[in-house]
């Protein structure tokens, strides 16, 4: 209860300080090349939004003051027309993220991020076992999700990032996918696995949640990163967030998180949210976004941050940055961490 009360005082220093969110991410599609066991978008009917209208929004976020970018969904690759959308980004001078599942990664996007030091690309990689990434993933790719990443270190101007979900069926890898990540001079986080029933995004599965007699060993395990994280440059993350994991898998509430406030959701119709894992509050085609911010979003988010053990990266992180930016700083520097972005950010 204090870390929530102290959290909650520290975010309304930092709302008068971000009155809007810096970072948006934008769902071009829940199409998808996998069939994640974690995720339900491959299985949702998706209308996307044609270029003209992907324009609009990305001209709304940036006169609402957003500067960072991540196009993600789905698979971002399947649309046919993301050089055009990517190259709109660019025009715009936004710093852009790149989410991937690494089945599609053409060499004619390498060059075109490569050209534009403000982005970077963000891969799933959950497993390094054939069998299990096929169990997790839906689908037999690992062999060519490892070759694409590979490739794409060799020439990326900005260091390829990896994201493990962690579950009950991957915990004890985190350890050799972060010296895999070490041996190929490659940038990782691991954010555990959320589960909710009925949600928009996350699933429910049994196989994969944390239960009693697990939770103490992946807890262990995130430890054991948060020791890491203050000197290991390969490791995406600071020590305060791996311990915020260590107590969200064993079933805490951990308390706030930056949805809505440090970064805003668009969905493939133009839906905007606090989070993904919530309902929309507005479309961005029938309301100004000063609109839809006027609107009680807030209250969504609390009730969810106070019932659901959640520690997704990109919405806790900046937050506990915030909370110990001396120790966020002096382990970034420690580690060498903060040379692999700065160019991303400049
Ligand atoms: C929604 S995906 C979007 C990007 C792309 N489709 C992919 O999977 O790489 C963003 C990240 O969330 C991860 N993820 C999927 N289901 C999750 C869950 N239930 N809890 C936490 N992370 C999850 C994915 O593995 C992926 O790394
Ligand atoms: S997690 Fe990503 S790759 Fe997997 S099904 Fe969901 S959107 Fe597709
Ligand atoms: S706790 Fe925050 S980031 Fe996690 S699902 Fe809920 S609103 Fe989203």
Known sequence: MTMIKNTEKLRSKSVTLHKRPVSAQIYLTYKCTSKCRSCTFWQKKCEELPLDKVRTVIDKLVDFGVTIITLTGGDIFLRKDFKEIFEYLKSKKVSIILCANGIIFPDSIIEMINQYGRCYVLFSLDTLDKKKYK??????????????????????????RMFMTVSKVNYEEILPILNFCKKNRLSVTFCPYISAEDAVWVTD???????????HKISEEYHKLAKLSKTERSLFGFSEYYNFCAKVCQGETAGPCGAGYDVITITPNGGVSACLNLPEIGNIFNES????????????????YSTLPCAMSCTHQI????????????????SGRFIDYIGFLK
Do not use: H, T
């Open 205 to 215: 599965d049994p196989e994969l949640k944390f239960d009693k007699s697990i939770r």
């Open 289 to 304: 976004l000063e609109e839809i911010y006027s609107k009680d979003w807030q209250s969504q988010v609390k009730k969810c």
């Open 135 to 160: 169990y997790l993933r839906g689908v037999d790719q690992l062999d060519r999700v490892i070759s694409n990443i590979l490739k794409f270190k060799v020439k990326a101007r900005n260091l390829p």
């Open 319 to 334: 937050l506990l940055a915030r909370k110990y930016p001396l120790k966020f700083i002096a382990e970034s520097i420690r």
